[in-house]
């Protein structure tokens, strides 16, 4: 959420004021409750005892220098961010205290057995003996408190009368093939159905009826659009070594070259610059510790200006004068270099199915003129994954439950894929139960050449004229970015789309405008007086 929602819901208003002078406003000394307002709203405040987050920082480095002009330095970054913001909703669906996981395995079993014995697609109990179970928390959602005039009972098949237990859009998420409760901030997956505001006219009722707790689902439960807590959660790791050799203006050569090699962690993955983000999950911020958005594990990088020795006073033609110094001598070379590893990409909570993490991150490579994802033609796409890869993830991720049972839509996946955090009917009651909370790899290397040629013509000691031909990715190298080239950080992708995989943009500036990513020639011509 950005800084300004946090000044907006359930706060007063500041006083008027009129011509000259403050008008009579007030403001209050305590809060007041209930806080009114609608269900969808959200509810926002800070750690009373938020403190400033702080880095500790440190280095350590050796040096030396040989042949009088050149040095070579190795050093050791590192750096730890402490009791940094971050951003939480309270509001994070409750399944396991209150046994709402539990009764989802068994609606999906009902949903099962009553496919099985022919008596239709529905997650009804039909009794003892039928294969299926009680469901008091739907119930509590669903049935009215009487049945037929008498008082409902969950444990009583013949009151299981409403047409929500066939309903289709609560069903879905109990599909065998991606199982989804419903996890992290309110209201996703089956129980989120019940818990979201989108149905409260249909279950609210119902609910209030009962008496049902307004905090089962969540911690605030009216307040559902969040319960924001801005603390001091948030921490990150940084360790980095570094070699570096410089060699100063001599014999025409200036050099500067670096490798770096480091890694940056966080518990948090932000979705801007600014680290507000809501863990995995309250019950353990450290399970969403992995990689940053702005980690880059190697980086090679170079600066050069280098002297042509021909030329008047040079190693080659040292005596040279008029029009053959004047078109021989004074040329240089300069030019920068970066080489480095990708940025890194989040897949968020899913499962890897006949490959490591590290096998994934071997097959991001470039695909040319391969089939989509749903292995229709595609002659000119580019793609950072394999066919094979590709093409079952997308079956993976596309899947149907209904009354035929529960199919994957586009043929089973086989092989190597990324498969949804469900997969194998694994069902979990916190984001990272099941397979990865966030599978961060790295996206396709950088690799720029910026490179130019100087001529410099003397007429005398304080006027001369240069001319300058610069290439700007000198070797029209595309570096192929996975998501948008403004975006801080990028996903990867949309698993269950026919063109996942596919690549859409290139290196652009920061401003995606200046420059275009590809070859950039440009001429110059200066006075120098």
């Not at 269900?39 to 938020?50: Q, R």
């Not at 559902?224 to 790791?237: E, K, M």
């Not at 991150?361 to 000119?380: E, F, L, P």
Request: proline share 5%; charged share 15%.
């Amino acid at each position: 959420m950005p800084f300004g929602s946090l000044f907006r819901n359930g706060l007063p208003a500041p006083p008027a004021f009129g011509s000259g002078a403050p008008g009579s406003g007030t403001l209050p000394t305590q809060p007041s409750y209930p806080n009114t307002g609608f269900i969808t709203d959200a509810a926002n405040a800070f750690d009373p005892n938020l403190k400033t987050g702080y880095v500790e920082s440190w280095t350590a480095g050796v040096q030396r220098e040989f042949k009088k002009d050149n040095v070579i330095e190795l050093r050791y970054v590192g750096n730890r961010g402490h009791q940094l913001w971050r951003q939480v909703d309270l509001n994070e669906l409750n399944m396991i205290e209150n046994g709402a996981l539990n009764e989802f395995k068994l609606a999906q079993q009902n949903v099962l057995a009553n496919l099985a014995a022919g008596r239709g697609f529905t997650m009804r109990y039909f009794g003892a003996g039928t294969g299926t179970s009680p469901l008091p928390i739907a119930f509590r959602n669903i049935q009215s408190t009487t049945v037929g005039g008498v008082a409902a009972d969950p444990n009583n098949s013949a009151h299981y009368t409403s047409t929500l237990w066939a309903n289709t859009t609560i069903l879905s998420p109990l599909n065998p093939l991606n199982p989804n409760p419903g996890v992290g901030r309110c209201c996703t997956g089956y129980w989120g159905i019940f818990a979201g505001t989108a149905n409260e006219a249909t279950f609210g009722p119902q609910r209030a009826a009962w008496n049902f707790p307004t905090n089962f689902w969540v911690v605030n439960g009216g307040k559902r659009g969040g319960s924001f807590l801005v603390n001091n959660g948030a921490q990150t790791w940084y360790d980095a070594a570094t070699l570096e050799f410089r060699r100063r203006f001599a014999d025409g050569l200036l050099l500067q070259a670096s490798y770096t090699f480091g890694k940056s962690l966080a518990n948090t993955y932000a979705s801007s610059s600014v680290v507000f983000d809501q863990p995995a999950t309250l019950r353990d911020y450290h399970l969403r510790k992995d990689v940053s958005p702005f980690d880059i594990t190697q980086a090679f990088k170079t600066n050069f200006i280098y002297e042509l020795p021909i030329g008047r006073g040079k190693q080659f033609l040292g005596n040279s004068k008029g029009i053959v110094n004047g078109f021989l001598g004074n040329w240089t070379f300069n030019g920068n270099v970066r080489i480095q590893s990708g940025s890194p990409l989040n897949f968020g909570n899913v499962q890897l199915v006949g490959m490591t993490r590290k096998d994934l991150q071997k097959a991001i490579g470039v695909y040319r003129d391969q089939a989509n994802s749903d292995n229709t033609a595609a002659s000119g796409q580019v793609y950072w994954l394999p066919l094979d890869i590709r093409l079952n993830t997308f079956r993976a991720n596309n899947v149907s439950f209904t009354a035929t049972g529960a199919t994957y839509t586009q043929g089973a996946p086989t092989g190597r894929f990324i498969a949804p955090a469900g997969f194998g009917n694994c069902v979990q009651a916190i984001a990272g139960g099941c397979g990865f909370n966030n599978l961060v790899i790295k996206g396709p290397a950088f690799f720029r050449f910026d490179l130019s040629l100087a001529k410099r013509i003397k007429f005398t000691e304080r006027l001369n004229l240069e001319m300058r031909a610069e290439a700007l990715n000198a070797f029209n190298n595309i570096n192929w970015l996975v998501g948008a080239a403004g975006n801080d950080v990028n996903g990867g992708g949309t698993l269950s789309s026919g063109f996942f995989g596919r690549y859409t943009a290139a290196y652009q500036d920061i401003s995606t405008t200046n420059d275009p990513g590809g070859r950039l020639i440009q001429l110059v011509l200066r006075l120098n007086f």
